[in-house]
């Protein structure tokens, strides 16, 4: 889609580098199959979170990663959207597209199976510019697609290439929530939010493969009133959540953990006790879950 790829370009071409921001706490989420409240794709090692470019409205999930290899910016775009067309439509028009824009080295080949869904790969570059690779799916009435970017001349990563085979079954990405701004940048498959008008309030997710000597559904630790704790059915899976006051009772915390296609997720949102919890971030705590469904 035009949105995708213009942020995707205008990502590629930055190469102000970008710091590690290492998280206080890590908590987070879990993946879902082509909803519309997030993306499934597994980030490679290395790649840190941007934020998402004010300029660019976009119609579902955008998010964005990027990383420097020897001073040259590699940069990765996945987005969900409502599919306006069906795939073999839209890559005939981006096909079209190119051809106006003095593309080269375009190609285009059958993807393989995405979801049970078709893809399609999709190649080009611009010359002394950027060359692109995409992988598209069309899924639940969903438009996927995920991107990666290098300059010309320089070699690809290959494990940004392997990463876009992870489109639609990886770790579940989910949407920036309404009110709410991505903080950058952030370690691969670990997001977090604070409030677009200002605030100490924060929602964080955090992913990682299931160790099989440990549970997500453990109580939790650390000092603080637990207020509800429970276990609850949600999509495909069960998911514990807990609601705690902070010792000094200055903050209240809800949670949400459980585990789904090998890996555990855990989510947080912290706000001020004297706060109302905001209904955005309250539904983010179980998009990750309510519309899994068992792996196909």
Same mark, same amino acid.
């Given at each position: 889609?035009?949105?995708?790829?213009?942020?995707?370009?205008?990502?590629?071409?930055?190469?102000?580098?970008?710091?590690?921001?290492?998280?206080?706490? #890590?908590?987070?989420?879990?993946?879902?199959? +082509?909803?519309?409240?997030?993306?499934?794709?597994?980030?490679?090692? /290395? @790649?840190?979170?941007?934020? $998402?470019?004010?300029?660019?409205?976009?119609?579902?999930?955008?998010? #964005?990663?990027?990383? $420097?290899?020897?001073?040259?910016? /590699?940069?990765?775009?996945?987005?969900?959207?409502?599919?306006?067309? !069906?795939? !073999?439509?839209?890559?005939?028009?981006?096909?079209?597209?190119?051809?106006?824009?003095? +593309?080269?080295?375009?190609?285009?080949?059958?993807?393989?199976?995405?979801?049970?869904?078709?893809?399609?790969?999709? =190649?080009?570059?611009?010359?002394?510019? *950027?060359? @692109?690779?995409?992988?598209? #799916?069309?899924?639940?009435?969903?438009?996927?697609?995920?991107?990666?970017? /290098?300059?010309?001349?320089?070699?690809?990563?290959?494990?940004?290439?392997?990463?876009?085979? &992870? *489109?639609?079954?990886?770790?579940?990405?989910?949407?920036?929530?309404?009110?709410?701004?991505?903080?950058?940048?952030?370690?691969? $498959?670990?997001?977090?939010?604070?409030?677009?008008?200002?605030?100490? +309030?924060?929602?964080?997710?955090?992913?990682?493969?299931?160790?099989?000597?440990? =549970?997500?559904?453990?109580?939790?630790?650390?000092?603080?009133?637990?207020?509800?704790?429970?276990?609850?059915?949600?999509?495909?899976?069960?998911?514990?959540?807990? &609601?705690?006051?902070?010792? !000094?009772?200055?903050?209240?915390?809800?949670?949400?953990?459980?585990?789904?296609? =090998?890996? !555990?997720?855990?989510?947080?949102?912290?706000?001020?006790?004297?706060?109302?919890?905001?209904? $955005?971030?309250?539904? *983010?705590?179980?998009?990750?879950?309510?519309?899994?469904?068992?792996?196909?």
């Amino acid at each position: 889609m035009a949105a995708h790829r213009t942020a995707l370009a205008r990502f590629a071409r930055s190469s102000r580098p970008r710091a590690l921001a290492l998280a206080a706490a #890590a908590f987070v989420l879990l993946p879902l199959a +082509a909803s519309a409240e997030g993306v499934e794709f597994t980030v490679p090692d /290395h @790649y840190l979170v941007l934020p $998402n470019p004010p300029s660019v409205s976009f119609p579902g999930t955008y998010r #964005a990663w990027a990383r $420097n290899v020897d001073g040259v910016r /590699h940069s990765i775009v996945v987005s969900s959207s409502p599919a306006t067309r !069906d795939l !073999d439509a839209e890559i005939d028009t981006t096909v079209a597209s190119l051809a106006g824009r003095h +593309a080269v080295d375009v190609a285009r080949s059958e993807g393989g199976l995405l979801c049970g869904m078709p893809s399609v790969r999709l =190649s080009y570059a611009y010359p002394n510019q *950027l060359t @692109y690779v995409y992988r598209y #799916a069309v899924v639940a009435d969903r438009m996927l697609i995920a991107s990666y970017a /290098h300059p010309v001349g320089t070699p690809a990563d290959p494990t940004a290439l392997s990463s876009l085979d &992870t *489109l639609c079954s990886g770790i579940h990405q989910p949407r920036t929530p309404p009110g709410w701004t991505i903080t950058s940048p952030y370690p691969p $498959n670990v997001s977090a939010w604070t409030p677009t008008a200002g605030g100490s +309030a924060l929602l964080m997710q955090t992913a990682r493969l299931t160790k099989r000597d440990e =549970s997500p559904l453990a109580p939790l630790s650390g000092s603080g009133t637990v207020l509800t704790t429970s276990v609850q059915p949600c999509g495909a899976t069960v998911i514990r959540r807990s &609601t705690v006051k902070s010792a !000094d009772g200055a903050n209240v915390l809800e949670y949400a953990a459980g585990t789904a296609y =090998s890996y !555990d997720y855990y989510v947080v949102y912290k706000r001020p006790a004297a706060e109302t919890a905001d209904a $955005n971030a309250m539904a *983010l705590l179980t998009s990750f879950c309510e519309k899994t469904i068992p792996p196909s």
